[in-house]
């Protein structure tokens, strides 16, 4: 059988953006015109987090013969994405997946000849209140650690609620903090991705690079 396109299946156009820039910056560069063959697709799963969930089994057997990767938050905890997760690799044939999450899961599936990857935002690990397992905490560790704004935006934010009545949610604080952090760069206001390619987020956190060293196993080695 040929080999199948990989592809590295994402919970939306943020993630997918964020993403392709952020693997830009580390030399992944998606912007040459010829592009190495283990490049894989980067697509968004309509749905969010539950449209990837019921979408594995399907996806994983598309990809016989090739690689494919997830990408989706933890959110409010880590070990509960992570038990949901490893129902559906049960299913397609990963035997078995450890109880805990690693720091970026690799298998491979016997049944449908494919490897597996799997990464939960923010680095597989952290728990997370009112859904901070999320794209945004993971940004937030690409923020140089001495920028002054961040911890102005927190308190900026944090006051625009709790004296001026913001109606953002709890599980979207940290959206609602690099928002105004991304307000206050040269060029305000933009969104992520474009963001990492501005260089207004630096791309070698700890975090950044452990990312970065799961795409590379799920994808680019034997």
């Known amino acids: 059988m040929a080999q199948q396109r990989s592809s590295l299946r994402v919970e939306g156009g943020d993630d997918l953006h964020a993403i392709l820039h952020l693997l830009i910056r580390n030399g992944i560069d998606y912007g ?6 283990w490049f894989p697709l980067i697509e968004e799963v309509k749905g969010g987090k539950t449209g990837v969930l019921d979408n594995v089994e399907r996806l994983v057997r598309a990809s016989s013969n090739g690689r494919i990767g997830f990408v989706l938050d933890a959110d409010d905890s880590v070990r509960d994405t992570w038990r949901a997760m490893m129902s559906r690799l049960r299913q397609v044939g990963l035997d078995p997946p450890p109880a805990v999450p690693p720091p970026g899961f690799v298998g491979d599936s016997v049944e449908y000849s494919a490897r597996v990857g799997v990464w939960l935002m923010p680095d597989n690990q952290q728990e997370g209140e009112h859904g901070e397992g999320t794209l945004e905490r993971f940004l937030e560790t690409l923020v140089q650690e001495a920028d002054p704004l961040l911890p102005h935006a927190r308190e900026a934010t944090r006051r625009a609620k709790t004296d001026h009545g913001a ?3 709890d599980g979207d604080v940290r959206k609602a903090v690099l928002h105004a952090w991304l307000a206050w760069q040269r060029e305000p206001g933009l969104p992520y991705g474009t963001a ?21 196993r799920v994808f680019e080695g034997g």
């Not at 070698?204 to 060293?213: H, I, K, L, R, T």
């Open 167 to 169: 109606s953002y949610s």
């Open 32 to 37: 040459q015109q010829q592009r190495p063959s």
């Open 196 to 216: 990492i390619k501005a260089r207004y987020f630096r791309h070698d956190s700890p975090v950044a690079e452990s990312f970065v060293a799961w795409f590379r």
